[in-house]
C-alpha cells in the first residue's frame, strides 16, 4: 500500500506517534527534532496567537528542522534528497474560575503534575493537536484538530493512587494522562479525534498521503 519512495520521517520522539503510524501500517523513520519549543511558545503567546496557531508553528519547526538535516546529509553523500518529513505538536488550554485561557506543558516533576490535573479536575479541556508535512523546503500541507475533553470529579484519593500507579511515565505527557492507558479513567466525557488525543491526526494525515502518492488511493 505504501510506495517505496518519496522515503517518510516522522519528526518526533513520541512513542504515542511512533506506535499510530505503525499501526497504520506505514514505513517511516523516527527522528527526534531539536528545537527550542519553549521559546516559540512564548513568542506565539507574546504576540497573542491562538494556541493552535502555536502548535501548528511548533510542528513546522520539527519537521523544518529534520528535513534540512536529512536533506544536507543526503546531498553529502550523493544522494536525492526529498524526504516528506511529518511534524506534529499539542497544546493543551483551559479557561480558569475567572474566566483565563491557562495553557499547559507538560510537568516538570509529579508534584507539579498532581497540581495540574487539580486544575483540570471537572473542567473541560483542549487539545490543539496539529500535523504538518514538509518536503523539499517547503511547507506541502498542515491540519489542525481540536478534541475537547471533560475530566470528571475524581476524589483526592483517587487522584493519589493515579499517580502512584502512573508515575513518571505521565511526565511526557501534556494534561499528565495517556488516555491509551489508565488516564482514560480520569474522564466523563470525549469529543474528537481519538488519535488527535493521543498527538497525531491519523486520519486526515493518511487521507494527505494518498493524495500526494505515498500511499496507494
Known amino acids: 500500500m505504501q510506495r517505496d519512495t518519496p522515503a517518510l520521517v516522522l519528526a518526533s520522539a513520541s512513542s504515542a506517534r511512533?506506535?499510530?503510524?505503525?499501526?497504520?501500517?506505514?514505513?517511516?523513520?523516527?527522528?527526534?527534532?531539536?528545537?527550542?519549543?519553549?521559546?516559540?511558545?512564548?513568542?506565539?503567546?507574546?504576540?497573542?496567537?491562538?494556541?493552535?496557531?502555536?502548535?501548528?508553528?511548533?510542528?513546522?519547526?520539527k519537521a523544518r528542522r529534520v528535513a534540512t538535516r536529512l536533506d544536507r546529509l543526503a546531498e553529502a553523500e550523493g544522494g536525492r534528497a526529498g524526504a516528506l518529513v511529518i511534524g506534529a505538536d499539542q497544546l493543551l488550554t483551559c479557561r480558569t474560575d475567572a474566566g483565563e485561557l491557562r495553557w499547559f506543558d507538560k510537568p516538570r516533576d509529579l508534584a507539579e503534575a498532581r497540581e495540574h490535573l487539580l486544575a483540570l479536575?471537572?473542567?473541560?479541556?483542549?487539545?490543539?493537536?496539529?500535523?504538518?508535512?514538509?518536503?523539499?523546503?517547503?511547507?506541502?500541507?498542515?491540519?489542525?484538530?481540536?478534541?475537547?475533553?471533560?475530566?470528571?470529579?475524581?476524589?483526592?484519593?483517587?487522584?493519589?493512587?493515579?499517580?502512584?500507579?502512573?508515575?513518571?511515565a505521565i511526565l511526557g505527557c501534556v494534561g499528565c494522562y495517556r488516555l491509551e492507558g489508565p488516564g482514560v479513567q480520569l474522564f466523563e466525557r470525549v469529543e474528537g479525534d481519538h488519535a488527535a488525543v493521543l498527538g497525531l491526526p491519523l486520519l486526515p494525515l493518511l487521507g494527505f498521503l494518498r493524495q500526494h502518492g505515498v500511499l496507494e488511493g
Open 18 to 61: 511512533r506506535s499510530l503510524l505503525s499501526a497504520a501500517g506505514l514505513r517511516f523513520e523516527a527522528v527526534a527534532a531539536a528545537v527550542d519549543e519553549d521559546s516559540i511558545k512564548e513568542s506565539g503567546r507574546a504576540e497573542g496567537m491562538p494556541p493552535g496557531e502555536v502548535a501548528t508553528m511548533l510542528a513546522e519547526a
Open 121 to 168: 479536575r471537572g473542567r473541560e479541556h483542549v487539545l490543539h493537536t496539529a500535523v504538518l508535512c514538509w518536503r523539499d523546503g517547503a511547507r506541502v500541507w498542515q491540519h489542525l484538530a481540536a478534541p475537547r475533553l471533560v475530566m470528571r470529579r475524581f476524589s483526592d484519593n483517587f487522584l493519589d493512587r493515579y499517580l502512584a500507579e502512573e508515575g513518571e
